[in-house]
């Protein structure tokens, strides 16, 4: 069964602590994203990887970090940094060009 | 700057009544222009892209460099059509892709 799984659906962290987000594909795509959806403002680009082992800074990547070790995976880490962290999170995934983009089901992350 | 302004974050039309989605955009060059669309509980999916020139489920948009637009039309509007509707830009030989806040459309029978 082809597409992109996020985990976990809900995540819940304390104030300070790092957290990962998971985003595997086996949609063979060459590009991931990840977007920051909250209300009224749609989504925003985080970071953005073209391949394996680059990536780039999306509009909002402060207190953000990713990694890109295999095509199939770009796990996010929202690192202590960022100052207002609960937020729903969209990664994305497709081939290189003009192709549309498929999406996850989401990760909502809530910091207490 | 990349920049997709949807003015307008709550649409409600009347089942069988025309429906316009508006969608501006700032770019300096030829960008590709998608319009995505989320059901409720569904994930996020692409309804159009302007490159293809296509009508998904009723839906129409051309792409206006004049007033750099590229507005979401169906003609007569189904309560099936409410959800999320975002307008997308991408750069002409790019990744990076930005989207519009969004637009809720509701349709009342």
């Known amino acids: 069964d082809g597409g992109i799984t996020q985990s976990p659906k809900y995540l819940f962290r304390k104030e300070g602590q790092n957290v990962t987000l998971s985003c595997e594909q086996n949609?063979?795509?060459?590009?991931m994203y990840w977007y920051r959806q909250d209300p009224g403002q749609g989504l925003r680009l985080i970071y953005y990887?073209?391949?394996?082992?680059?990536?780039q800074k999306g509009d909002i990547a402060e207190g953000y970090s990713v990694s890109r070790e295999k095509k199939e995976s770009f796990p996010l880490t929202v690192t202590s940094a960022q100052k207002n962290p609960t937020a729903f999170y969209l990664c994305?995934?497709?081939?290189?060009?003009?192709?549309?983009?498929?999406f996850g089901q989401g990760t909502r992350l809530t910091v207490v | 700057a990349q920049r997709v302004t949807q003015p307008e974050k709550l649409l409600s039309v009347f089942k069988g009544a025309p429906v316009e989605l508006k969608c501006n955009y700032s770019?300096?060059?030829?960008?590709?222009l998608f319009w995505y669309v989320q059901y409720s509980r569904q994930r996020l999916q692409l309804l159009l892209r302007?490159?293809s020139r296509e009508s998904i489920k009723g839906f129409t948009a051309d792409l206006n460099k004049g007033e750099t637009s590229f507005h979401l039309k169906k003609p007569f509007a189904q309560e099936e059509d409410s959800a999320m509707y975002y307008c997308?830009?991408?750069?002409?030989?790019?990744?990076?892709?930005?989207f519009g806040a969004g637009t809720r459309l509701f349709v009342k029978a």
């Open positions: 302007h490159i």
């Open positions: 997308a830009l991408r750069g002409s030989g790019g990744f990076k892709t930005i």
């Open positions: 990887s073209q391949i394996v082992n680059d990536f």
């Open positions: 949609l063979n795509h060459d590009a």
């Open positions: 770019y300096s060059g030829s960008p590709e």
């Open positions: 994305a995934s497709s081939f290189s060009g003009n192709t549309e983009a498929f």
